[in-house]
């Protein structure tokens, strides 16, 4: 029995905040396509799966850093069966703070996976 694309998405999705609650950054470069952008809350453009996987172990390597998780609210696939719509919110922790705020991710089927091809981080709350 096939997996559902939502259900495949939200379970890689899941996966995704768990390698990063790890802090395991090699692990992640197979969820972002190669040519992947990704706009973080702050407004700064990463270009490309390779460098996004690079941010998260800068991130990574601040002993501050705790994790970033995102709750994935909606995920609406395009009539062809090959892209997809994730929205949701976000959290990110830190020793003594928090950021959290809502994100758009685009994921499209490659070679039979779903990657992320684009994803748009709003920050709304500092503390």
Known sequence: MAVAPEDAIRARRKLTNKLIAGHDAARL???????????AGDGGLILGGAAIVEAFARQFADPDFETYVRDAETVEIDRAGDRAAETGRWTARWKGGEMSGRYLACWRRQTGQWVIESELYITLAET
Do not use: G
Not at 29 to 39: E, N, Q, T
């Open 29 to 39: 470069r197979p969820f972002f396509a190669a040519d992947a952008r990704l706009i």
